[in-house]
């Protein structure tokens, strides 16, 4: 029953990656399939992409940042301990095709979704330019997978520690205006896929982002992981979480991830005492 296998703890122990002994899910997920875990009976149930699958072994990777509770006790939980329920793979996995060249821009965890996407459009014969962004270079994750998984690799951090000082939108700008880019995938915090999906609409091309809303049941019953897509209500869940990026209310997500902010602080605090 979902045993971590192995742990590491990435970006200065923020970001930590578990290894789950998952056979049934690592012989059927795709990328851009999620996973959702509970640590305990009584536990949040939080949705996480899968980063990597390996089918001969039997297991699934996920990466998460310790952000509340519920990834604070995940964090908790040690090589050789199980979670308490895992279900998938769920969503709907990428739609990957050749199209020539394309740009996949990740930002803080949104790499670890990004990287499976970005080997499977490079293996389908795409050239794939890869731009990830980090506050600092410490916070950086999963730099050599993806210079595996691309062409040409471009690493933006906020301070300057490294690569670009700036954002991932100042080299996705120059990237499309100076080639013909024919899909650009962006995962990562909202406001980096809102800002690279304004800049991609100018030019038209073609973008999808991967969204992580609030979720429950994880199977479209419930409601909870609703987003408004091109003025219509679809479920992350069923529907995504991939998503047009042209089309999606990134304010209004950002809203509902934001409705239960206080109630997380008191219950981090609560559960740190
Ligand atoms: Fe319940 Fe998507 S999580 S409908």
Known sequence: MAK????????????????????????????????????????????????????????????YMVVGKSTARFKDLKVGEEYYALIGPLGAPTHVEKLGKVVCVGGGTGIAVLHPIARALKNAGNEVTAILGSRTYDLLILEEKMREASDTLHICTDD????????????????????????????????????????????????????????????????????????????????????????????????????YIDVEKQSMDAYNK
Do not use: Y
Request: glycine share 10%; aromatic share 4%.
């Open 160 to 259: 300057g520690s490294m690569g670009h000082h700036g954002f991932v939108t100042d080299i996705l700008k120059e990237t499309i205006e100076k080639e013909d880019i024919a899909l650009v995938v962006a995962i990562g915090p909202i406001p980096m896929m809102k800002f690279c999906s304004l800049i991609t609409k100018e030019k038209g091309v073609k973008t999808m982002v991967s969204l992580n809303p609030i979720m429950v049941d994880g199977t479209g019953m419930c409601g909870c992981c609703r987003v408004s897509v091109g003025g219509k209500t679809k479920f992350a869940c069923v529907d995504g979480p991939e998503f047009d990026g042209h089309q999606v209310d990134f304010d209004g997500l950002a809203k509902r991830l934001a409705s």
């Open 4 to 63: 971590i296998v192995h742990r590491e703890e990435l970006a200065q122990g923020t970001i930590i990656l578990n290894e789950i002994d998952a056979p049934r899910i690592s012989r059927k997920a795709k990328p851009g399939q999620f996973v959702i875990l509970q640590a305990d009976e009584t536990g949040e149930r939080i949705p996480l992409t899968m980063a990597d699958t390996d089918p001969e072994k039997g297991t699934i990777t996920i990466i």
